[in-house]
């Protein structure tokens, strides 16, 4: 019976000895596990930090080129007209058909006639001068 008790504890202490070597190794993954979770916190911080930049550095340049592209289209508009108008006062002055004018240009009838009045209405204006 002694040889059995001294046998059980001798298992015991293995055991014991086994746990306390488990129960360490688990500690220190445990450990290692919780510096990796800080470091992966940080890092996801500072990516966090690096979108909201770039978040913001987008954000100001496409309110740039929206801006760019309403000055862009709010002038050429005005330009081809003021071409248009240039090229029918010009068109009036040679002589050129109301009809040929208005496919030409791609100007209204009245917007030819109007034309019309303003140029005679400028060389009435210089006779006078």
Known sequence: MLLTTNIMIFGLSLFGGGLV???Y??????QNLVIEV???QQKNEQLKNITQVQGQKILFLSKH???MEQNQTQNLPEKQVN???QQAAIMLTNGVDMEEIMDC???T???IQLISQMEQS?????KFH
Do not use: P, W
Request: aromatic share 6%; with cysteine; net charge positive.
């Open 21 to 23: 070597v488990a129960m």
């Open 25 to 30: 190794l688990m500690h220190s993954k445990f």
């Open 38 to 40: 800080n470091s992966i």
């Open 65 to 67: 080129i929206r801006e």
């Open 83 to 85: 071409k248009a108008y």
């Open 105 to 107: 240009c791609d100007l």
């Open 109 to 111: 009838k009245g917007e």
């Open 122 to 126: 400028s060389k009435n204006t210089q």
